[in-house]
């Protein structure tokens, strides 16, 4: 199949008006010289998803999905990664030349890289604060630091039933929480939050934080969270949801465009940008 020119890529999920992937796609596809690739949003619910995906045509070269998609988007793909595979959710779909799509999670790489650049070393204890893609993404990524087992913190005990699966095929020992114990879960080497804005804000009060503990806050907007606030004032190591956001798109942007490695420097730098007049 001719790859065509006008190459498109885009990020869907609902809502998706708050993302600033276009932000980061845009300025990589101008630093590699790509000039005649874009990099769009797409408002879509899980149902929409699949009808989506195959009305897109050979221009497509992937699509980058977040909340509430990425689990979906797993069942689309003709192939996926290892991690994909084992954390049952992805958030990169890309076009191979066949038409078919390849599922990835650069989630999980981004996470690692972001943990390790704040220190997390060994084999830490890590506690997650919820139980959707992006928390299957932490399992993984606390799996791949050497962890053997992760204290997981939902509301209702059915979410965590659901990473018994993705838990078992890392080789993690899973620990139920119920929200209501949430505080003592921060007694952790690396506390991974992964829920919704707001979700977490009644928490920020109730943490005893421990020295030498690292929160990553997967929320970027609005940021500082309540509870990075909190950390950041106890000396607390805090990595944001714009640090994952970015480690995450290198890989999607490589894999788009074939370009290695992304233009970082120019991404990150349009990222912050973007960031600073939010």
Not at 191 to 200: E, Q
Not at 228 to 255: I, P
Request: charge should be negative.
């Amino acid at each position: 199949m001719r790859t065509p020119t006008g190459r498109r890529a885009a990020v869907c999920g609902k809502p998706i008006g708050h993302s600033l992937s276009p932000v980061i796609h845009a300025a990589g596809f101008a630093a590699a010289g790509l000039f005649d690739w874009s990099y769009t949003a797409i408002e879509c619910a899980e149902a929409e998803l699949p009808q989506l995906v195959a009305g897109l045509g050979p221009e497509w070269a992937g699509l980058s999905l977040t909340m509430p998609l990425k689990e979906t988007a797993l069942t689309l793909a003709a192939q996926a990664s290892p991690v994909a595979l084992a954390t049952g959710a992805a958030n990169t779909l890309v076009r191979r030349d066949d038409g078919t799509w390849f599922a990835d999670n650069t989630d999980v790489p981004g996470m690692v890289r972001v943990l390790s650049d704040a220190g997390l070393t060994g084999s830490p204890s890590v506690s997650v604060l919820g139980g959707g893609g992006t928390a299957r993404a932490a399992l993984a990524a606390a799996s791949a630091l050497g962890a053997t087992g992760v204290t997981v913190v939902t509301r209702r005990p059915e979410a965590r039933a659901e990473l018994a699966p993705a838990a078992e095929a890392l080789g993690l020992t899973l620990t139920g929480v119920d929200w209501a114990g949430a505080p003592a879960a921060f007694d952790a080497d690396a506390v991974i939050s992964t829920v919704p804005k707001g979700a977490a804000d009644g928490l920020a009060p109730q943490v005893t934080w421990r020295p030498g503990t690292v929160l990553f806050d997967a929320i970027y907007d609005p940021w500082p969270t309540p509870l990075a606030s909190a950390a950041a004032s106890h000396g607390v190591r805090v990595v944001s949801g714009l640090d994952l956001l970015l480690a995450q798109a290198l890989g999607q942007f490589e894999q788009f465009t074939g370009v290695r490695p992304a233009p970082e420097r120019a991404m990150r730098e349009a990222l912050l940008a973007a960031a600073g007049v939010r």
